[in-house]
């Protein structure tokens, strides 16, 4: 894709890393027998940031942020470079990985407030951490979880959902941060220590539940809090980035542009503030990567990396797609996204075949040797053969659905599908149609709604079916 930035890293670093993947090839199938020649079931470990952009990983193009194990995972795996979050924002998105269904099919689409009286159902839904629980999965969850907000009831919250282990998850509305001992919203972990950063202790808690559970299959869910506005960090860390960024762009930018503004805001594509937040999490993925190795397990394990929607406004960088979290354009939905299993994916590929987050729940299922629970349908298509054997999904369309029910931003009230390469956007408040060819224009620069009316109507009628379909809510205009 031509619109790609690559930043290539030191040959050395790609010849070991060609070297380490060559190597686990080769034994992947010894390592991963039992005595009796039966191959055993792979664990699975998801992580997930939250308002990760597009552009802020260095194998996405970025040379200002430090990501060097995130760039190692994807040598050694697969990166894709259109994949997408079923919305533009966090809640929905994660009901759609949750239940593998359109977040418009589920009742959440729309961040969840503490007033919002929407939750996720567990008498309704068969959550992929229970799916894989039923093949014989070890479950846990680490993190973030906002998919309940009465946490008096918590009626929807993880534990009611099934995992055998929930740790860390947040006890008050988190959204403007918690990074520090003593966490205020995050009463489980009371036994940190003076300085303590919370995207540090979530990820030692990762480390120590593969430990617990190494002698079985696991399914980890490692959901941080980081990166999500406010923004924080260790102050050495932050100063670390201040000076890289003085250096890059004048002495005394980095004071004059982040100190000061709400949440160290700007509208700077570079930001020190969130290059420490995600040094700190690349630290953590090479931590959970290290105990993966140490126990002998990194050859039988699907490793996923995610984002729940894009970059925020004026803290992010989406690599040059157009607007950010909020919004259904591209800068709002599509995300980074690497997945690493040795032997059964090859490492270092690339695929640029659209792929959204309600897909991992059947792809977990398909991997994991697992049957889907009876009965239940998911809207998902599973990508096993697309990382095994570069089948691109098959399907009609994908879908999305932002009413901003509890945001209430009307201007961004908006539907969109993706056929192919033209991608429709329809803005409820305006009554106005975009079209865009995504190949050709990945910015989406060039509206082509007018000189293209038969495409619009096409796509218009797809859209119109789907929502019916899943009984989509109106937006409140």
């Known amino acids: 894709m031509t619109h790609l930035r690559n930043v290539i890293p030191c040959a050395v670093t790609i010849m070991l890393t060609l070297l380490w993947a060559g190597i686990h090839n080769v034994h992947a199938n010894r390592l991963i027998s039992t005595p009796d020649g039966k191959r055993e079931k792979p664990n699975i470990i998801f992580i997930l940031a939250d308002d990760l952009g597009w552009g802020e990983l260095g194998c996405y193009g970025n040379s200002f942020n430090e990501t060097p194990n995130l760039d190692k995972l994807a040598l050694q795996g697969i990166r894709f470079t259109q994949a997408y979050a079923a919305a533009p924002v966090?809640?929905?998105?994660?009901?759609?990985?949750?239940?593998?269904?359109?977040?418009?099919?589920?009742?959440?689409?729309?961040?969840?407030?503490?007033?919002?009286?929407?939750?996720?159902?567990?008498?309704?839904?068969?959550?992929?951490?229970?799916?894989?629980?039923?093949?014989?999965?070890?479950?846990?969850?680490?993190?973030?979880?906002?998919?309940?907000?009465?946490?008096?009831?918590?009626?929807?919250?993880?534990?009611?959902?099934?995992?055998?282990?929930?740790?860390?998850?947040?006890?008050?509305?988190?959204?403007?941060?918690?990074?520090?001992?003593?966490?205020?919203?995050?009463s489980t972990f009371s036994n940190g220590v003076a300085g303590e950063y919370l995207t540090d202790r979530q990820s030692e808690e990762a480390a120590g539940f593969i430990q617990r559970?190494?002698?079985?299959?696991?399914?980890?869910?490692?959901?941080?809090?980081?990166?999500?506005?406010?923004?924080?960090?260790?102050?050495?860390?932050?100063?670390?980035?201040?000076?890289?960024?003085?250096?890059?762009y004048g002495e005394g930018q980095a004071e004059k542009l982040f100190e000061g503004k709400a949440g160290h805001q700007s509208d700077h594509h570079d930001n020190p503030y969130l290059a420490a937040m995600l040094e700190r999490m690349d630290a953590?993925?090479?931590?959970?990567?290290?105990?993966?190795?140490?126990?002998?397990?990194?050859?039988?394990?699907?490793?996923?990396?995610?984002?729940?929607?894009?970059?925020?406004?004026?803290?992010?960088?989406?690599?040059?797609?157009?607007?950010?979290?909020?919004w259904l354009y591209e800068g709002g939905i599509r995300v980074p996204l690497i997945m690493r299993l040795p032997g059964t994916i090859k490492a270092a590929s690339v695929t640029d075949a659209p792929v959204s987050s309600q897909d991992f729940y059947p792809t977990f299922v398909d991997i994991a040797r697992a049957a889907m629970p009876r009965g239940y349908r998911v809207d998902g298509t599973s990508l096993y053969p697309l990382v095994t054997k570069g089948k691109v999904p098959e399907r009609e369309a994908?879908?999305?659905?932002?009413?901003?029910?509890?945001?209430?931003?009307?201007?961004?009230?908006?539907?969109?599908?993706?056929?192919g390469d033209y991608k429709l956007i329809y803005f409820y408040v305006s009554k106005r149609a975009e079209l865009f060819n995504l190949k050709a224009d990945p910015e989406e620069k060039q509206n082509l709604a007018d000189q293209m009316p038969a495409q619009v109507s096409e796509l218009m009628e797809a859209l119109n079916k789907w929502k019916a379909e899943v009984k989509a809510e109106q937006a409140g205009i």
């Not at 929407?118 to 629980?133: F, V």
């Not at 941080?224 to 260790?234: E, F, I």
């Not at 394990?301 to 950010?324: I, K, P, W």
């Open 90 to 186: 966090c809640s929905p998105t994660r009901a759609s990985i949750m239940t593998g269904q359109y977040p418009a099919r589920v009742g959440i689409t729309d961040f969840l407030a503490p007033a919002s009286g929407r939750l996720l159902d567990p008498a309704r839904y068969i959550t992929i951490n229970e799916a894989l629980g039923q093949a014989g999965y070890r479950t846990g969850l680490v993190g973030k979880w906002h998919l309940d907000t009465d946490f008096k009831n918590n009626k929807g919250g993880p534990g009611k959902h099934g995992f055998d282990e929930v740790i860390g998850t947040e006890t008050k509305y988190i959204a403007d941060g918690d990074y520090f001992f003593p966490y205020d919203k995050i």
């Open 398 to 419: 994908m879908f999305w659905h932002y009413p901003a029910e509890t945001g209430k931003w009307k201007n961004r009230m908006s539907s969109a599908i993706r056929k």
């Open 284 to 326: 953590g993925v090479g931590k959970i990567m290290d105990a993966l190795e140490r126990n002998g397990l990194a050859d039988n394990t699907l490793l996923v990396f995610f984002s729940d929607n894009g970059g925020a406004n004026h803290v992010a960088n989406n690599g040059g797609l157009r607007m950010n979290k909020t």
């Open 213 to 248: 559970n190494k002698r079985s299959p696991f399914y980890l869910f490692l959901s941080y809090y980081s990166v999500h506005t406010r923004l924080d960090a260790p102050e050495a860390l932050v100063n670390k980035y201040k000076r890289k960024f003085d250096a890059k």
